[in-house]
């Protein structure tokens, strides 16, 4: 795993993908947050945006550096959410950046405690079934826990009463699987107008993850 180091590249990154997501329209104002796994000389932590700071006001000293054993360094407090990222980032060392949003729609269905299940292929962009962590106050460890346990083998959850969690190898792709989620959970309320759409079994979602294992171009 090529872990970056700290430093104004991969900070302007994380920035840019904060700006990204409120423009993307799946975040407002100073909600959710964004992180990236990165190192300090020998230690492992990673760099994650401020809490109730403006992202259009963000410059690179304003992120903060949280080590994989919760200490922040910076001269601002990282966001309040840093528990779930720190957690995630030790559960899952194939994750390298992390993207909270309070997309409207997924946001909705976790509202009523629902996930997205398995009703249109795509789905399977984030593992599978897309499953609803149970509430916790915000920025607890009980929250933290709740997300960890949603997103095993998954890369995307959704949390109570609260929003979504997407994850990936880099910014970007976190990023779109967070527009991806909110998309798939805009289709889903639409199909629940007429009722409950029917699922596709776990044989099918089996053969698409497979096939997604090979879908695009080579790297």
């Known amino acids: 795993m090529d872990v970056a180091d700290d430093g104004p590249e991969l900070r302007r990154a994380i920035i840019a993908t904060a700006l990204a997501m409120n423009s993307a329209g799946i975040n407002v104002n100073k909600s959710g947050n964004v992180s990236a796994r990165a190192q300090r000389a020998a230690t492992q932590g990673f760099v994650v945006t401020p809490t109730a700071l403006p992202y259009r006001d963000l410059d690179v000293e304003d992120l903060a550096f949280v080590t994989l054993a919760g200490a922040a360094q910076g001269t601002n407090e990282p966001s309040s959410e840093w528990r779930f990222h720190r957690d995630i980032y030790e559960a899952r060392p194939e994750f390298l950046a992390i993207v909270h949003t309070h997309s409207p729609h997924a946001t909705a269905l976790a509202c ?40 095993a083998g998954r890369s995307a959850c959704l949390l109570a009463h609260h929003g979504v969690i997407a994850c990936g190898r880099s910014l970007d792709q976190a990023l779109a699987l967070a527009i991806e989620v909110e998309q798939l959970a805009r289709i889903y309320l639409s199909a629940l107008v007429i009722g409950e759409p029917p699922r596709l079994d776990a044989a099918e979602m089996d053969q698409v993850l497979e096939r997604f294992q090979h879908y695009g171009p080579a790297r």
């Open 112 to 151: 009523h405690g629902r996930g997205i299940p398995a009703f249109h292929y795509m789905v399977a962009v984030a593992g599978g079934e897309i499953r609803c962590a149970p509430y916790a106050t915000f920025g607890t460890q009980a929250l933290s826990n709740h997300a960890v346990a949603a997103l």
